[in-house]
């Protein structure tokens, strides 16, 4: 990219994370983190199809991207996959943000074109080899929608320069805990954005 994270006000920003549900859920945090320290940023959400309406008229979001993880996980629609890919890396984000943490996510995040690819240590499958930021979490840090918060500060942090890890969780991280009523933000938390329901291609 022309402008690396820390001199680029505006970065276009991909979550990865298509299911399942309670684990969308829980990488809401992530979602308000990274709106909060990249105010001016394009952030899109590829997520399965069955839960695009967790994530409908969020105003964090400019873009919802479907995922087809039963069709992309056939070996015959191969094609497809690779589809999916190219149109993505058309899209030219500039971080990817892999909270998925296995294989296919990490082939994803990585063939993307993402300048910045950012994962957690213990991530799965192997999918830490086509990361370039690496986030090790805190043993004091249990749970998982705490961890994702805390990737997203301390990638901020790390890659500003700002101080090494571990670093704390925003004085204003609020987790998401199931089972505590309505997760989604609501209005009047930040002001509405316009979003995007599109497939890759269509931005």
Not at 10 to 30: E, Q
Not at 34 to 44: D, G
Not at 165 to 178: A, F, S
Request: with cysteine; hydrophobic share 40%; glycine share 8%.
């Amino acid at each position: 990219m022309s402008e690396n994270a820390k001199s680029n006000p505006s970065p276009r920003i991909l979550i990865f994370k298509p299911s399942a549900m309670g684990d969308v859920i829980l990488t809401l945090p992530a979602l308000r983190q990274i709106r909060l320290q990249y105010p001016q940023a394009y952030i899109a959400w590829v997520v399965n199809q069955a839960f695009i309406p967790f994530l409908e008229e969020n105003p964090w979001l400019d873009e919802i991207i479907p995922f087809d993880r039963i069709a992309f996980g056939q070996f015959k629609n191969l094609g497809k996959l690779v589809a999916f890919i190219q149109e993505l890396k058309k899209k030219k984000f500039d971080i990817v943000f892999d909270f998925q943490g296995l294989l296919r996510s990490g082939l994803i995040s990585f063939f993307s074109g993402a300048s910045h690819r950012v994962g957690m240590t213990h991530a799965r499958e192997g999918s830490t080899f086509f990361y370039n930021w690496k986030i090790q979490i805190p043993k004091d840090i249990t749970h998982v929608s705490d961890q994702y918060a805390y990737v997203v500060s301390a990638f901020h942090k790390l890659y500003a320069g700002e101080t090494c890890c571990p670093v704390p969780l925003p004085d204003d991280h609020q987790p998401v805990r199931l089972g505590q009523g309505d997760f989604h933000p609501g209005p009047g938390h930040l002001p509405a954005r316009q979003l995007h329901r599109q497939g890759p291609g269509q931005r």
